[in-house]
């Protein structure tokens, strides 16, 4: 578990960044494939009476005339966001010749919108019609009126020719008579067909009608306007980022694990020491020994570990080093040398690293003598010699006090030869033939010898480490990958470095 979470705290930006585009891509969708809301609206037809003429349609054409410019035109006006020609795709009207009434089913992104639209429709249908059939009863009406009033001016005129005709003349008033019976019973006719009329026109001058009026809806009506396309594209684009950090740790080959770095190296572990903050170089080497912090344990182990191996190969000169600068090797080296001390050995302690002495820092002591000052003194006394023989060398180191660079420690049986300083390149000055017999002759007066040397990636330390018993790398678990050391080993192997196990240092760091 504590693997995963790491991996996603160095990777975090991933899924920061996929956070970002998910809720980009979610609302690209949302617009894309927008919900849409159904509203409902139900227009009534009365067609239950018969009228002298063609008021009222079928449903079938009251249907067709929502879509029409005078309906579905006049009502767009108030709409100025909606295409006309997307919005047959979004309109449709449902005759019911059965029932007599016509469905208003409109489908927009916004409920509100949609439910006005449908009501809108649905109120202008009613009033348009209703409307246009009160002026086809006023236009009968007065039509009728007109007739009537027609056929009263002809018996009007009639009865004046009967006043002017004598009354001998009964042949022509009978005939007159006759005229205006007719032109009465036809007036009475236009009479009765008005009452009627009227009568029609109080009880169904309206029969069109809204009995369901669209009510704002509360869920989209398709599918995908359910779908919360925001939360969906980021979900997907996090799993999408989790994956890719899956793949990204396993190209990256860190190491996790000991278990995971022993398979691969097929080599000794020596050690597996975790991160702790703040970094054991706060730690006075003084006060380290009798610490019981799980660190420390972790310190013994590598100790137990390491001093088995060396015993068991009879090995008293001991190099650490590392696959590049700031693994901590200064501290192993210098915890090591410490343990060591503490079970009654006598060690002494060699910081070679020359680039970044640090171990008189970690001691409390001064770097004012010591490696590097030793080395240089021994150069000189080679040049002013006379002789060049291997057994003049010997005489010269003999002839060096190491009581003047050795010191000894606060710790008991722990001594340390420090880096000092020097002008001359570290490479050049660790390659004279008097490091070897340095190293000869502080192991005879010493039970082991634990040189602090800096990095592989600096060419003295190959120097140094053919020179040692045996050699043990200090691996970065934050740093170093598993591929960089299977070839570093592969590397030492074949060189005349005697690597004897690696030393996992910095292991389980959250970032």
Same mark, same amino acid.
């Given at each position: 578990?504590?693997?995963?979470?790491?991996?996603?705290?160095?990777?975090?930006?991933?899924?920061?960044?996929?956070?970002?585009?998910?809720?980009?891509?979610?609302?690209?969708?949302?617009?894309?494939?927008?919900?849409?809301?159904?509203?409902?609206?139900?227009?009534?037809?009365?067609?239950?009476?018969?009228?002298?003429?063609?008021?009222?349609?079928?449903?079938?054409?009251?249907?067709?005339?929502?879509?029409?410019?005078?309906?579905?035109?006049?009502?767009?006006?108030?709409?100025?966001?909606?295409?006309?020609?997307?919005?047959?795709?979004?309109?449709?009207?449902?005759?019911?010749?059965?029932?007599?009434?016509?469905?208003?089913?409109?489908?927009?992104?916004?409920?509100?919108?949609?439910?006005?639209?449908?009501?809108?429709?649905?109120?202008?249908?009613?009033?348009?019609?209703?409307?246009?059939?009160?002026?086809?009863?006023?236009?009968?009406?007065?039509?009728?009126?007109?007739?009537?009033?027609?056929?009263?001016?002809?018996?009007?005129?009639?009865?004046?020719?009967?006043?002017?005709?004598?009354?001998?003349?009964?042949?022509?008033?009978?005939?007159?008579?006759?005229?205006?019976?007719?032109?009465?019973?036809?007036?009475?006719?236009?009479?009765?067909?008005?009452?009627?009329?009227?009568?029609?026109?109080?009880?169904?001058?309206?029969?069109?009608?809204?009995?369901?009026?669209?009510?704002?809806?509360?869920?989209?009506?398709?599918?995908?306007?359910?779908?919360?396309?925001?939360?969906?594209?980021?979900?997907?684009?996090?799993?999408?980022?989790?994956?890719?950090?899956?793949?990204?740790?396993?190209?990256?080959?860190?190491?996790?694990?000991?278990?995971?770095?022993?398979?691969?190296?097929?080599?000794?572990?020596?050690?597996?020491?975790?991160?702790?903050?703040?970094?054991?170089?706060?730690?006075?080497?003084?006060?380290?020994?009798?610490?019981?912090?799980?660190?420390?344990?972790?310190?013994?182990?590598?100790? @137990?570990?390491?001093?088995?191996?060396?015993?068991? =190969?009879?090995?008293?000169? $001991?190099?650490? #080093? /590392? &696959?590049? +600068?700031?693994?901590?090797?200064?501290?192993?080296?210098?915890?090591?040398?410490?343990?060591?001390?503490?079970?009654?050995?006598?060690?002494?302690?060699?910081?070679?690293?020359?680039?970044?002495?640090?171990?008189?820092?970690?001691?409390?002591?001064?770097?004012?003598?010591?490696?590097?000052?030793?080395?240089?003194?021994?150069?000189?006394?080679?040049?002013?010699?006379?002789?060049?023989?291997?057994?003049?060398?010997?005489?010269?180191?003999?002839?060096?006090?190491?009581?003047?660079?050795?010191?000894?420690? @606060?710790?008991?049986?722990?001594?340390?030869?420090? =880096?000092?300083?020097?002008? $001359?390149?570290? #490479? /050049? &000055?660790? +390659?004279?033939?008097?490091?070897?017999?340095?190293?000869?002759?502080?192991?005879?007066?010493?039970?082991?010898?634990?040189?602090?040397?800096?990095?592989?990636?600096?060419?003295?330390?190959?120097?140094?480490?053919?020179?040692?018993?045996?050699?043990?790398?200090?691996?970065?678990?934050?740093?170093?990958?598993?591929?960089?050391?299977?070839?570093?080993?592969?590397?030492?192997?074949?060189?005349?470095?005697?690597?004897?196990?690696?030393?996992?240092?910095?292991?389980?760091?959250?970032?």
């Amino acid at each position: 578990m504590k693997v995963v979470v790491r991996a996603l705290l160095r990777w975090c930006w991933i899924l920061v960044l996929c956070v970002i585009i998910g809720w980009l891509v979610g609302k690209e969708l949302a617009v894309l494939i927008p919900p849409t809301y159904q509203a409902t609206a139900i227009v009534q037809v009365n067609t239950s009476h018969n009228s002298s003429f063609q008021a009222v349609q079928s449903v079938t054409a009251y249907a067709f005339l929502i879509t029409s410019d005078n309906v579905l035109g006049t009502v767009l006006q108030s709409y100025p966001n909606l295409n006309r020609q997307a919005l047959a795709k979004q309109l449709l009207v449902t005759p019911n010749t059965t029932g007599q009434s016509l469905t208003i089913q409109v489908n927009l992104p916004t409920a509100k919108n949609a439910a006005k639209l449908a009501n809108d429709l649905a109120n202008v249908l009613v009033s348009q019609q209703n409307h246009l059939i009160k002026d086809q009863y006023a236009k009968q009406l007065q039509l009728l009126t007109n007739q009537i009033n027609e056929e009263q001016k002809i018996i009007d005129t009639l009865n004046e020719k009967i006043l002017k005709t004598t009354t001998s003349n009964i042949t022509l008033i009978q005939q007159y008579n006759t005229e205006i019976d007719q032109h009465r019973n036809l007036q009475t006719q236009y009479i009765n067909q008005k009452q009627n009329l009227l009568t029609e026109q109080a009880l169904y001058s309206q029969p069109l009608s809204v009995i369901q009026t669209a009510s704002v809806p509360t869920k989209p009506s398709s599918l995908a306007g359910m779908i919360p396309w925001v939360p969906l594209a980021m979900l997907v684009l996090v799993i999408i980022g989790s994956v890719a950090i899956y793949y990204l740790e396993q190209w990256a080959d860190r190491v996790n694990s000991v278990y995971a770095l022993q398979q691969k190296v097929t080599q000794p572990l020596l050690g597996s020491l975790r991160w702790i903050q703040p970094g054991p170089q706060d730690i006075p080497l003084q006060t380290f020994c009798e610490l019981k912090q799980p660190y420390v344990e972790d310190c013994r182990v590598m100790m @137990a570990d390491v001093l088995f191996r060396a015993e068991e =190969a009879r090995a008293r000169i $001991l190099a650490v #080093t /590392s &696959l590049q +600068s700031g693994a901590g090797t200064s501290s192993v080296a210098a915890q090591l040398a410490a343990l060591l001390a503490q079970s009654r050995r006598r060690v002494l302690l060699i910081d070679a690293n020359l680039h970044a002495p640090s171990l008189h820092l970690r001691l409390g002591m001064h770097n004012q003598v010591g490696l590097a000052h030793m080395l240089e003194d021994a150069r000189m006394m080679q040049v002013h010699s006379t002789t060049g023989s291997h057994q003049s060398t010997v005489n010269m180191l003999d002839r060096i006090s190491l009581d003047n660079y050795i010191m000894a420690t @606060a710790l008991e049986n722990l001594y340390l030869l420090p =880096a000092g300083s020097s002008l $001359l390149n570290p #490479t /050049s &000055l660790l +390659s004279i033939p008097e490091v070897e017999q340095l190293l000869s002759s502080v192991a005879q007066h010493s039970d082991y010898v634990v040189i602090d040397c800096p990095a592989l990636n600096f060419a003295e330390m190959h120097m140094i480490g053919s020179l040692s018993d045996q050699t043990f790398v200090v691996v970065d678990a934050t740093r170093d990958r598993i591929k960089q050391i299977v070839k570093v080993k592969d590397e030492l192997t074949g060189s005349g470095v005697k690597l004897s196990g690696f030393i996992v240092n910095k292991l389980g760091r959250w970032v």
